[in-house]
C-alpha cells in the first residue's frame, strides 16, 4: 500500500501525519485490498477572520477509486469526520464486491 500525505498552505508535521496513520489503521483493518492511498491537508482562507481547514483523500482499490473531502475549524476533526466517511464508504464497496458473487449454476440444479 502507498500512502502519499502532502498539505497545500500547510505543514504536516510528525504529529498530524502520525494522527492520519492511526486513523487510517482502522479502514485498512477492514479492508485490506487498498493500493494506493493520497491525503490531503489544506488550510483555505475564505476571509481574514474565517478559515476553513479541510482534508480530502482518494483510496485506490481494486476496480475504483474512493473519493472523500470534509471541511472544519479544526484539523484533527476535519480528519476524523473525514475517516468516518472513508469508512462507510469502504464497506459499502466490500459489500458490494463481496455480495457480487451469486450461487453456482450446479448447487442450483442439484437443489431442483
Not at 75 to 98: E, F, G, P
Request: a neutral charge; aromatic letters at 4%; one cysteine or more.
Amino acid at each position: 500500500m502507498n500512502l502519499t500525505i502532502s498539505g497545500h498552505h500547510l505543514e504536516v508535521t510528525p504529529a498530524l501525519r502520525e494522527y492520519v496513520l492511526t486513523k487510517l489503521d482502522r479502514v485498512t483493518r477492514h479492508f485490506d485490498q487498498v493500493v494506493d492511498i493520497n491525503v490531503l491537508l489544506k488550510v483555505e482562507k475564505i476571509r481574514e477572520k474565517e478559515r476553513r481547514q479541510m482534508a480530502e483523500i482518494t483510496v485506490h482499490v481494486k476496480g475504483r477509486d474512493i473519493f472523500v473531502e470534509q471541511s472544519d475549524e479544526d484539523m484533527y476533526a476535519a480528519i476524523d469526520q473525514l475517516v468516518d466517511k472513508l469508512d462507510r464508504q469502504v464497506c459499502r464497496h466490500k459489500d458490494k464486491v463481496q455480495d457480487h458473487h451469486h450461487a453456482s449454476a450446479k448447487r442450483l440444479s442439484a437443489s431442483v
